[in-house]
């Protein structure tokens, strides 16, 4: 296994103090326990040093002179930059590495007291020259870093071999092991996981439920690593953490603002928590079949419309990539004491290049919802909540948690988020890097295919957000396949079955790749020859057929939540002629149908149906186009919508 490389920049522009002081330093990591590899590099220059800081990945600490000068014409001294603006410039470059500050000890308290405004980690006096000392205090705070409290303590555990007298059934595998029907299960997995596999029963790995040790010290430190105030684990991946968040904000009847291509789990949410929820609709990219985001003004406009609201969600980046431009929205949305909740679901990594920032916390928001496992080294299910909320009151969100919170998560997803945030503060920038440059490769073999084509930005943006400063998170990559000659469905088969390539979603005339920190070299090139290889072959382009929009959002007659809790009865979306049955038309819908792709409801709980929706849904059935259709129920055959009873519907308050 390669061991770590860790290398700290010496900065002074003292060329004769520099080379002693990385002599020394140098010295003092041989003749010292050194795990992570520690070596010291002289600069000069803050330019040189700041280019070093961007090049090197590996770069994991910086020791800088609290003046840095340089010869003007060889005969005086010009300051280049003060201590405290290369510390601001490191800090928006890499906010996660160490930096620490030399200093005249005569200057002391005046160095000091303007310095620790900043990101410092800490000071040495230039004239004790104890390399020794300042060697591992350096060693300590990077292995700090690196520390994974609630891994650690886990596989200490496991190693201690105790035996089970608790939960889970399979005592660390021993019901698997040597069974003649299930063991090939128990080695296909791998014995450890059984025996990490453990229960609250074991005091010494924490509660995530009340987490005072190691759980509660893991979620410090990645409230540190994601710039948060408080950041908290969540197993039941970010579906649960937005309804947790939602619950916590919410009371019944009071408003929430949301963009209509919000995940599915922000639409439960509202049912949940019982809000009144104010719709913003997606903006379209009808050539491609894209939903973006909600248009700035139309955000900006519901929340001067609506100052009672209690919240707003976004969704940034949405699943192709676009980014809000956060901050003004924030700033608004706060001007009228609005909580801002950012599902990063996507982004979880951003905080970590500043090429991805400034993430949704940098701009403002209050709450950030990621999936760790979606883009980071953490296993299904396993995302954070960041809570930035001047006003977050820890009691009511911890008992909404711990309602939705199993009693007995899976410690291994526990430890992957201590291993992820571990994995990204030491290597995140140096991975992140990588993605990059192989997606700017990606991106320049699949257009020199001449038949697949790479979609950038402008022709991503719908028309209504061209102007609201959108961004695109380059490690989506959308591919316009309308030339190739098949249809997205077959193409899709062809990448599967000929090629062993599964790509992430599509539309009708496109797909889209995800790159990740574990995108490698060869899985570029073995997508670049696949599709090189189908874009050979000549194929005649094909008619793709675009699926119709899906229909604007109407009105709500009363709250989702009331509308979901009735009993409701099915009503058949056809007649007995199979044409669409009108009768359904105004009635009050009492489930959210949700049409995949894309993903967006096409009606929720509370409701109004019209005839644009119906013919939408009745066009979808029918369609040869692989569609699914969430919410429908069937009368045997026959597809029907529940609906609101007439009595049902008089007794519950209605909305505007």
């Known amino acids: ?97 160490d930096v620490y500050i030399l200093i005249a000890q005569e200057q002391e308290d005046e160095v000091v007291d303007t310095l620790f405004a900043e990101a410092v980690d800490g000071y040495f006096y230039r004239e004790e020259r104890d390399y020794r000392g300042m060697y591992r205090i350096v060693n300590a705070e990077i292995q700090e870093r690196a520390r994974t409290p609630f891994y650690d303590q886990l596989k200490n555990y496991v190693w201690m071999a105790k035996d089970s007298w608790h939960t889970p059934g399979h005592s660390s595998g021993e019901s698997l092991r040597g069974s003649p029907w299930i063991n090939d299960f128990y080695e296909f997995i791998g014995e450890h996981i059984f025996d990490v596999d453990l229960s609250v029963s074991v005091p010494v790995l924490d509660s995530l439920l009340e987490p005072r040790g190691v759980i509660a010290e893991a979620q410090g430190m990645a409230a540190k690593a994601f710039g948060s105030r408080r950041t908290f684990f969540a197993t039941n991946g970010t579906s649960t953490a937005n309804k947790v968040i939602f619950q916590t904000l919410l009371a019944p009847g009071e408003k929430l603002l949301l963009d209509r291509h919000c995940h599915k789990s922000v639409h439960y949410g509202v049912v949940l928590s019982g809000a009144h929820p104010v719709y913003l609709n997606s903006s379209v990219n009808r050539k491609y079949g894209l939903y973006g985001p909600a248009p700035k003004q139309a955000i900006l406009e519901a929340i001067e419309a609506n100052p009672d609201a209690e919240a707003l969600i976004l969704t940034s980046c949405t699943y192709d990539g676009l980014r809000y431009d956060l901050p003004p929205i924030v700033e608004a949305a706060h001007a009228k004491g609005i909580k801002v909740i950012i599902d990063e679901a996507w982004y979880g990594f951003a905080r970590f290049h500043p090429a991805f920032r400034p993430t949704a916390l940098e701009a403002g928001a209050d709450y950030a919802t990621q999936s760790t496992h979606k883009v980071m080294s953490a296993f299904s299910q396993a995302s954070m909540i960041h809570v930035n909320d001047p006003t977050f009151n820890e009691h009511i969100f911890r008992e909404n948690f711990n309602m939705h919170t199993s009693t007995s998560p899976q410690y291994a997803m526990i430890a992957s988020l201590d291993v992820a945030r571990k994995q990204m503060m030491m290597e995140g920038y140096k991975l992140l890097a990588r993605t990059l440059a192989l997606a700017a490769e990606l991106r320049d073999q699949i257009n020199s295919t001449g038949v697949f084509r790479v979609l950038e930005l402008d022709e991503l943006l719908p028309e ?142 509370g409701q109004v149906i019209t005839r644009p929706i119906l013919d939408f849904l009745v066009g979808s059935l029918r369609s040869q186009k692989r569609l699914e259709l969430h919410g429908i129920v069937y009368d045997g055959y026959v597809p029907c919508l529940r609906v609101l009873k007439a009595g049902e519907e008089q007794g519950l308050k209605r909305l505007g």
């Open 464 to 605: 209504e957000v061209r102007d609201d400063g959108i961004r695109l998170d380059p490690t989506k990559v959308t591919v316009d396949i309308s030339r190739c000659g098949y249809t997205v469905e077959d193409l899709q088969r062809e990448l599967f079955t000929r090629f062993n390539i599964q790509v992430e979603k599509s539309t009708f005339n496109t797909v889209t790749l995800l790159l990740t920190i574990g995108t490698t070299r060869s899985k570029v090139s073995r997508l670049y020859d696949a599709l090189m290889r189908i874009a050979r072959e000549g194929r005649a382009a094909r008619r793709l057929v675009q699926f119709p929009d899906v229909p604007e959002f109407t009105r709500l007659r009363c709250l989702p939540r009331d509308a979901y809790y009735c009993g409701g009865e099915a009503v058949p979306l056809l007649d007995e002629k199979d044409n669409l049955n009108e009768g359904l038309i105004e009635r009050v819908c009492a489930d959210q149908i949700v049409p995949y792709p894309p993903g967006i409801p096409v009606l929720v709980p």
């Open 1 to 97: 296994m390669r061991k770590p490389v860790s290398r700290v920049l010496v900065i002074n522009d003292e060329i004769l103090i520099l080379r002693e002081f990385v002599k020394g330093l140098n010295a003092a990591a041989r003749s010292l326990d050194n795990p992570l590899g520690l070596v010291f590099l002289g600069m000069t220059t803050a330019s040189e040093a700041l280019a070093r800081i961007e090049s090197d990945g590996d770069v994991q600490a910086a020791i800088v002179d609290d003046k840095l000068y340089s010869l003007d014409g060889g005969k005086s001294k010009k300051l280049q930059m003060t201590a405290v603006e290369l510390v601001q410039r490191i800090t928006r470059l890499r906010p996660e590495i």
